[in-house]
C-alpha cells in the first residue's frame, strides 16, 4: 500500500508559477513510478507528468511540455512538479499517482497506477 498527500496548489495569476510536491509513504519509494494528473471540471483526467526510478521523465507534448517539469527526491519521498508560465486551461485538480513500473511509455497512461492522492485544487486567473 502507498499512501500519497500532494500540496501545493493555490490560486495564482496567468503567467505565474507553482510548485506541487507529493509526499509518499509505504513502499520503498525509489523503486516507485510516479505521475502527475489533472482533471477540470468537465474533462477527463489528463496525463501531465512522469518519472520513473531510474529518473527518466516525460510530459504531456502539446500542452505542458516546456512550461512543466517533474523531478523526484528519493532521500525525502517526494515527488514534485514545477509548473511555469500557467496559463488559465492549467486550472484543474491536479493528482499524483505511484505505481510499481519503471516503464515511461507505461507512466502515461491513468489506468497503469495503483496508488492515488487525493488532489490539490490548481487556479490559474487572466
Known amino acids: 500500500q502507498v499512501h500519497l498527500v500532494e500540496s501545493g496548489g493555490g490560486l495564482v495569476q496567468a503567467g505565474g508559477s507553482l510548485r506541487l510536491s507529493c509526499a509518499a509513504s509505504?513502499?520503498?519509494?525509489?523503486?516507485?513510478?510516479l505521475g502527475w494528473f489533472r482533471q477540470a471540471p468537465g474533462k477527463e483526467r489528463e496525463f501531465v507528468c512522469a518519472?520513473?526510478?531510474?529518473?527518466?521523465?516525460?510530459c504531456a507534448a502539446d500542452s505542458v511540455k516546456g512550461r512543466f517539469t517533474i523531478s523526484r527526491d528519493n532521500a525525502k519521498n517526494t515527488v514534485y512538479l514545477q509548473m511555469n508560465s500557467l496559463k488559465p486551461e492549467d486550472t484543474a485538480v491536479y493528482y499524483c499517482?505511484?505505481?510499481?513500473?519503471?516503464?515511461?511509455?507505461?507512466?502515461?497512461?491513468?489506468?497503469?497506477?495503483?496508488?492515488w492522492g487525493q488532489g490539490t485544487q490548481v487556479t490559474v486567473s487572466s
Open positions: 509505504g513502499r520503498t519509494f525509489s523503486r516507485l513510478g
Open positions: 518519472i520513473s526510478w531510474s529518473g527518466r521523465s516525460t
Open positions: 499517482a505511484a505505481t510499481s513500473s519503471n516503464h515511461i511509455g507505461v507512466l502515461v497512461t491513468t489506468g497503469n497506477y495503483n496508488y
